[in-house]
């Protein structure tokens, strides 16, 4: 049975793919590069040559691009093979998919790169490329119990990919660990130089915005997270600071929003007048307002001053990456607030699969400084090995 086929009767359920490669060639050449012979999936807003990118909108059913957009072009240079694309919403900002969560399929497995978090979460590939502008990678890495990884802004290339939000978009990766995540991150970012495992580190803990709605056992699992991890060189703090970031940070994912809103109005306005059927484009463009994108362009630029000074005492910041787990059914992708923050800051952040919550994957978000990329993956490693240890 060829890997194709094989890929096609494991996606059958979870519905992550909206098309499959063909399986590369079988010769005597040795993969080189490195990442060689790697399985990528990616999110159909990325462009890939040859292969159908619709953006998950049937205005651009018949879209197959001639090149390939920059961050799958390294992708190849370094030897992986795009093993398929993988569902969004909309133009990345819609209601839903028809994926399914992989751990239970009548959950929603977040968006909008549904797809990503499903295909890498339920096994079928080691990794993914995926988008945030919101909550885009970090939520359904989160309910599909992968890492995913948010980028400080600008950090990773957006050539070809489609984009709405020049303040929020970006590219981000969902990874089934924290190895092959720093590699693709080596090979997609300008100048990446890991850095080594802390010995000590100082972890801040913040709730974020929303961070009221967690259920009772949500918290409950990660304040025992903490406690497991506390000691042996990682110490967990809430300094005066971190409190006044969480006061201010309070409706930012509503200046988020607005943000998205203002700035992709233009763009999909005339994909609603062209037919585009999901109501929630109707919803951005009839939200997007001048005022209200200013107020939320100040709030943003007063919360990134507050947020380099609470975090100027601490390496890393903790929080949950979801208020729970993924909610049942596919009619939405769930919570979106606190994963924006990130978003709406610029910096960079990570969701690791270390919780469980009614049986479900929970995550849990670090955050770092601005272009502190290499610094959050040197610290997500120290907890990791710490979190193996104390399971």
């Known amino acids: 049975m060829s890997v194709t086929v094989s890929l096609a009767e494991r996606d059958a359920e979870l519905r992550a793919f909206t098309h499959i490669a063909e399986p590369p060639p079988v010769d005597d050449a040795v993969p080189v590069g490195p990442l060689a012979g790697l399985p990528v999936a990616v999110k159909e807003i990325i462009d890939v040559a040859g292969m159908p990118v619709t953006y998950g909108s049937p205005l651009f059913a018949d879209r197959v691009p001639d090149t390939d957009a920059e961050a799958v072009r390294r992708l190849k240079a370094a030897g992986a093979v795009i093993a398929g694309m993988t569902t969004t919403t909309p133009f990345a900002c819609g209601t839903t998919t028809v994926t399914r969560n992989p751990h239970r399929l009548t959950h929603t497995p977040g968006g909008s790169s549904a797809g990503s978090g499903a295909a890498v979460g339920g096994g079928l590939v080691p990794v993914a490329l995926a988008s945030q502008s919101q909550a885009s990678t970090l939520r359904p890495a989160s309910y599909c119990g992968a890492w995913g990884y948010k980028p400080s802004h600008l950090r990773l290339p957006r050539a070809g990919m489609h984009l709405l939000s020049d303040t929020l978009d970006d590219l981000g990766l969902v990874a089934a660990d924290l190895d092959v995540l720093e590699k693709v991150l080596a090979v997609l970012a300008d100048d990446w130089r890991p850095e080594a495992t802390p010995r000590t580190l100082r972890v801040g803990l913040v709730r974020l915005d929303d961070g009221d709605l967690p259920r009772p056992e949500t918290l409950r699992a990660l304040e025992e997270l903490v406690q497991r991890l506390d000691g042996d060189g990682i110490s967990f703090v809430r300094t005066d600071g971190l409190r006044d970031l969480d006061e201010q940070v309070d409706g930012s994912g509503l200046s988020c929003f607005d943000i998205f809103a203002g700035e992709s109005a233009t763009v999909l306005a005339e994909y609603v007048a062209a037919g585009e059927p999901d109501p929630r484009l109707r919803e951005m463009v009839d939200h997007a307002d001048p005022s209200r994108l200013v107020r939320a362009l100040q ?67 670090l955050l770092g400084r601005p272009g502190g990329d290499e610094r959050l993956v040197a610290a997500a490693r120290a907890l990791a090995a710490r979190e193996e240890e104390t399971r």
């Not at 960079?348 to 919550?357: D, E, F, G, I, Q």
């Open 299 to 365: 709030h943003r630029a007063a919360l990134v001053t507050a947020y380099r000074v609470a975090t100027v005492a601490v390496d890393v910041l903790l929080t949950l990456s979801t208020t729970n787990p993924a909610p049942g059914g596919l009619e939405s992708t769930g919570c979106r607030r606190m994963p924006a923050t990130s978003s709406l800051l610029g910096v960079p952040a990570l969701s690791a699969p270390w919780l469980t919550v009614d049986g479900l994957p929970q995550g849990v978000q």
